[in-house]
């Protein structure tokens, strides 16, 4: 009975274990979309700059509209001015078109400025795509490496499992039954390892008569308070010691 409480507390440190490693395999996923969303995060920089660029871009259409409208005014105000019976018509439409090409004048420097400010918006385009290039390389890398976490991980927890089954078949049904009625009910602690004279667990001492029971029976015995199995360890002393020549 000894023997098996012994491969029952492997079973619970590898169960343990077992636990730990599905526990990575369901935080790895999580740690990989949060890089992700980060790396993403760092090119919003780059889209808001193409989104001012866009927006430069429809300015300058709008303004180029303007000028069209304004010379076709323009080209109007000579046909009547060529037909004119007075000075007075004549002066007007020259005064008319004067007045519209300074107009014109007018929209192509704000045109000249959105061109510079383009200029300058391509620029931050540039040097905001330099920098996200080594910002995501190094995002891409720990992406890579959580990936590969992940499936060492997975490879590992299948071999864990085989190692668990391959345990569980060495001990007897009854002590298996019994592990897996306390691992259910007591937060997979179902042994609780006696290194002095406490529960490893509940850390409540045991009794005296209990513990040397514990070391001289074959028998099963549970924590009085917490109600898990105690196990202790019995480490084999030499039976003779050589004696130091006189």
């Known amino acids: 009975m000894k023997e098996g409480l012994e491969i029952l507390y492997s079973l619970q440190l590898h169960d343990d274990q077992l636990k730990e490693t599905e526990n990575l395999i369901k935080e790895i996923p999580g740690e990989i979309k949060k890089v ?8 919003t920089i780059i889209e808001n700059s193409r989104l001012k660029l866009n927006e430069n871009v429809k300015k300058r259409e709008k303004l180029e509209k303007e000028i ?21 018509e004549y002066q007007g439409f020259i005064a008319e078109i004067n007045f519209e090409e300074t107009n014109i ?45 992940l499936e060492y991980q997975k490879a590992k927890l299948g071999h864990m499992i085989k190692e668990r089954k391959e345990l569980r078949a060495k001990i007897p049904a009854n002590l298996l039954h019994t592990y897996d009625h306390l691992a259910k009910n007591k937060n997979g602690k179902a042994i609780s390892y006696v290194e002095t004279d406490f529960c490893g667990i509940c850390n409540v001492k045991v009794r005296p008569q209990r513990l040397n029971e514990l070391i001289s029976s074959n028998e099963i015995f ?25």
Do not use: H
């Open 36 to 43: 992700e969303e980060e790396r993403d995060g760092k090119n």
């Open 68 to 88: 069209l409208v304004i010379k076709e005014k323009i080209k109007k105000y000579k046909e009547q001015m060529s037909k004119a019976t007075t000075n007075k």
């Open 105 to 149: 004048g007018g929209v192509e420097e704000k045109i000249i400025e959105l061109m510079l400010e383009s200029d300058e918006i391509m620029k931050e385009i540039r040097d905001s795509e330099t920098e996200f290039s080594k910002i995501a390389a190094e995002y891409n890398t720990k992406i890579k490496d959580l990936n590969t976490g």
């Open 222 to 246: 549970v924590c009085e308070n917490c109600g898990r199995i105690l196990f202790k360890k019995i480490e084999v002393q030499k039976e003779a010691q050589e004696e130091e020549p006189q």
